[in-house]
């Protein structure tokens, strides 16, 4: 008896695998996608190596003065040297332990926040929100204590744009919160004040928004009462951005079906408890995302402090930019910025993004 | 009798109702007191320094140039004029900002959704990097570290010896009226009107007998010719001056100073970002159920596009883009840092500066942000509710 057997498969044409394939499925699949391509790939030509030979290759590393950068490309010493300012602003040298000190506690206390299961997570948060801050204003401002004090005039570089997005970031929250809850009460008169509260804010840039905080708030104050002008830039950034904050909660807020403001008012829940209890929760995991965002735009928004004279980082280098001894390191110095402007932001937006992957849990309808 | 009052005066506590109108005459309380107060302390504080409130000062003579007017401008103007320049200046950067910033965002969004590997990473690197880098830093960018470094007039970098970049900024022909210019501006008058005309009487044969007429085709067609047309007969509507250089500076010729270049470029560029994620997402919302029911129905690709596709991703569209332009117009204001003579730089910086009339300028700035804020909502909303789904 013969049995038949098979033959073995043939392969898939060479034109369907490999990286072959690929190259003519992804970028020549047809005329006018293999003219894009080239198109394409001429602009890279026309861009990337000109960047990579002046940032990197043709670059100066090494030196201490202008004179040191004879090369074609990037004058890094420039950047190098003046480090220290980008930093800390004019925090005296001698003290700038205190500024490392309280980023690197920062980290170290808001690290075990990022572990899923931690237990007593709340309490932890809530003791850490409540300690930080004060520890914060002591190391960095001190003047008591046993610190000397360091004004807020000195404050300066990476710092202080660090300190404004976090302070900002942290008065506004709350208030934002409060404003979104306000929005959607039903009592017509609060509605009505925090929806003229929250528009007049939308509607005007943050650049007047400072005008107005350091040229106004003078006049509004008693007599006498004054404030530093870094406390009445960060008013006028907490008002602005609670704005939007507010807009962003009321999103979650609306998200939350009707069922669950039922359910929670027929448990016998007053408002306060209903919307701390039932629906703040989960509206509020809701918008994470949407928070985190806000605070991308609310850092970045950070660099108009220049505006009002506050040496924030970008003021910093570009107070560095005009020093004589280093003339013509504006591009050094702004390409600088831009890079870590630019890791701060994408980092927190990668971050954001996990986060909405993560916090899906299927509730949206 | 105790018991009944006591019943009567918790039923009062709790009842809400009562306590609605308590909390929201509270509140309205707080708001007026604080607000009183606030206005006692200015009174004040005003009278001490001896700072006239009112208006009266935006008739004083400015006494200061301004390196762009789109109208006319002496030093011996007032500050009402001032005002008017600052307010035109802010409206002329955001509304090419926002026509730039749409093109190129919509050419982005679409590079981004590209089959072709290469150009969609183009388009992607393009979105992170620009749009996570602070606008005014881009500003700076642009001004201190590109522009201003250009070599001066004498050496300007020239294409075709009519268009000069230097560091005085961008140098071009400009138009003058000519003889040809009454007729082509009525001819383009007739022209528009005519493509209206025709326009609607296309909708309606299409609506009667869904016979479609070439609209687009036949109205560029009478945009152009008419025009043209006036043009053989009546001669050229402009003559074109050429700028040439005088001395240390360019004569005649219209010219883009660099502040306002650093402005538009670093806007756009911005805002172009968002736009593309807009876009992005809005034609992935169409579902691609709609695209095969399109081809099966054997409409074209292009009509495809066109008729179904972009009509539902507009949808889409349109209220986030609304809030990008809202918010290029605000970014404009970033003008200060560079000093272009927009609202904020000119008005909130210099004439408060000369008057010392904070409050009387922060609200007249303020007061226009909020009106061009709530102008082009209102229109954007307008449109939505025109391109809108109708529903039963």
Redesign the interface.
Known sequence: MQTHTFKPDLPPPSTSVGALAWLRS??F?NGF?TL??LL??Y??WLIVPPVLNWALLDANWSGSTRADCSGEGACWVFVRERFGQFMYGFFPEGLRWRVNLTVLLAVAGAAPLFIQRMPRKAVYAAGFLLLYPLLAFWLLHGGFFALEEVPTSRWGGLMLTLVIAAVGIAGALPLGILLALGRRS?????RV?CVTFIE?W???????VL??SS??L??????GLSFDKLVRALIGVILFQSAYIAEVVRGGLQAIPKGQYEAAAAMGLGYWRMMGLVILPQALKLVIPGIVNTF?ALF??T??V??IGLFDL?NSI?QA?ADPAWI?M??E???F??LL??MF??GM?RYSMRLERRLDTGHKR | MSVTSSRNHSALLTDPQVRAWVFQVVAVLAVVALGWYLFHNTQSNLAQRGILSGFGFLEQSAGFGIPQHLIDYTESDSYSRVFLIGLLNTLLVSVIGIVLATLLGFVIGVARLSPNWLVNKLATVYIEIFRNIPPLLQIFFWYFAVLLPLPGPKQSLSIGDTFFLSNRGLNMPAPAMAEGFWPFLITLGLALLAVLLMARWAHRRFEASGQAFPALLTGLGMLVLLPAFAVLIFGSPFHWTVPELKGFNFRGGLVLIPELIALTLALTVYTAAFIAENVRSGIQAVSHGQTEAARSLGLKPGVTLRKVIIPQALRVIIPPLTSQYLNLVKNSSLAAGIGYPDMVSLFAGTVLNQTGQAIEVIAITMSVYLSISISISLLMNWYNKRIALVER
């Open positions: 992804n970028l699949s996608n894009l391509t394409a790939a602009l890279v039903d009592l017509p008169a609060i004040l007049f939308r509607g005007v840039p943050l650049i007047t005008f107005m040229v106004m003078p006049l509004f104050l008693p007599e991308i970045k928004d660099s108009l220049i505006i970008l570009k930019t013509g504006a591009t110095g702004y390409v910025a831009a402007f630019w932001c994408f937006s």
